[in-house]
Every structure is written in C-alpha cells, then in structure tokens.
C-alpha cells in the first residue's frame, strides 16, 4: 500500500467533493483516530493509521486490501467510487434522493428512477449534482447522480428520468466476486 499521488489525490477528493461536498474535510480530519487513504492494486483504501502499519507486515502480493475500499481508478485514471463506500459517503451528505418503495426494487436491480420514484429530494439539488439514494425509512440504499434539479423534478412527467443510477447494494449480490 501506498500514500496517494497529489494527481491521484486531487481526481479522488474532486469525485468525493461531488457527493458530499465540503464535509470531505470530515473524512480526513476525525476526532476518533487518524484516517487515511492508501492505494493498492488500483483501489483507493481508506483505513486507521494503525491498520494500515500492520497491513505493513504483510507482503505486497499477498495482501488483498485493508480497510474500506471507497472506489478505483480506471486505466485512464478516472476515479469510480464503489458501493463499499455508502455508509461513509451517507453519513456526510449534502444532497439526498428519497426513492418510493415501488421503483426500490428497480433501483436496486440498476435502473434509473423516474419522477414516479420520487419520494423526496433535498432542496437546491442542482441538475448533475451527486446523491446519496435513501428509501423511505432513510435507509442508504446507492447513490446516483440527478437528471433534473430540485425545481425541474416538480414539472417532469412521471415517465422521465430523475435520477441516473451509479451504484446500488444490489452490487453485493451481483458482483459478490469483484468487489474485493
């Protein structure tokens, strides 16, 4: 494992910055212990200081990962974060997108939601704008990116697109033997 690049640093914080925006300082900057992001193998880590000096004593080959593994870089160096990283990226939200029990499923199956899906969405979403996808009984379920802002969501139709699908924790299931 290896500290970040400053060119690998800034691609990760800027796609961190599209979904929770300034709170990425609270990522960095816990009160608990010292928190830190390693690359290996590709995949950005994030993990306690003390963890990643006992994944030291492990060899390079034969260390899978240590820690939450908040996404990858592809082989044109762009930054796709993972569903591994939902509980982080949740509790630190700006924008959120509450999706109705009936589009839940086709959600989680990686389709994108439609105005009929709409439950609820955070006020001042701009259009593009990353977000944190809860179901009603606030439970993180993915994250996805808004088709429309706040104010164009009131006005589509209910068969338009309002949000694109990024991840979801259907994920688990479907790419059980990727994710690691």
């Given at each position: 494992m290896r500290p970040l690049t400053e060119e690998e640093s800034k691609t990760l914080f800027k796609k961190l910055d599209k979904y929770i925006g300034g709170n990425t300082r609270f990522l960095v900057d816990r009160k608990d212990d010292e928190w830190v992001f390693r690359l290996h193998n590709k995949k950005v880590w994030y993990l306690r200081t003390a963890t990643e000096k006992l994944a030291g004593n492990v060899a390079q080959q034969n260390l899978l990962g240590a820690g939450v593994c908040f996404g990858r870089f592809t082989h044109n160096g762009k930054f796709k974060l993972g569903i591994t990283c939902l509980d982080f990226l949740a509790q630190?939200?700006?924008n959120k997108f509450w999706v109705k029990p009936n589009q839940e499923q086709a959600f989680l199956f990686g389709n994108n939601v439609t105005r009929a899906g709409l439950g609820r969405i955070t006020e001042g979403t701009a259009k593009h704008q990353g977000v944190i996808v809860l179901n009603m009984a606030d439970v993180p379920i993915g994250f996805g990116v808004t088709a429309r802002s706040t104010l164009e969501c009131r006005k589509?139709?209910?068969?338009?697109?309002?949000?694109?699908?990024?991840a979801d924790i259907g994920e688990y299931i479907r790419r059980e033997e990727?994710?690691?």
């Amino acid at each position: 494992m290896r500290p970040l690049t400053e060119e690998e640093s800034k691609t990760l914080f800027k796609k961190l910055d599209k979904y929770i925006g300034g709170n990425t300082r609270f990522l960095v900057d816990r009160k608990d212990d010292e928190w830190v992001f390693r690359l290996h193998n590709k995949k950005v880590w994030y993990l306690r200081t003390a963890t990643e000096k006992l994944a030291g004593n492990v060899a390079q080959q034969n260390l899978l990962g240590a820690g939450v593994c908040f996404g990858r870089f592809t082989h044109n160096g762009k930054f796709k974060l993972g569903i591994t990283c939902l509980d982080f990226l949740a509790q630190f939200a700006q924008n959120k997108f509450w999706v109705k029990p009936n589009q839940e499923q086709a959600f989680l199956f990686g389709n994108n939601v439609t105005r009929a899906g709409l439950g609820r969405i955070t006020e001042g979403t701009a259009k593009h704008q990353g977000v944190i996808v809860l179901n009603m009984a606030d439970v993180p379920i993915g994250f996805g990116v808004t088709a429309r802002s706040t104010l164009e969501c009131r006005k589509l139709e209910s068969a338009q697109v309002a949000l694109f699908h990024e991840a979801d924790i259907g994920e688990y299931i479907r790419r059980e033997e990727q994710l690691i």
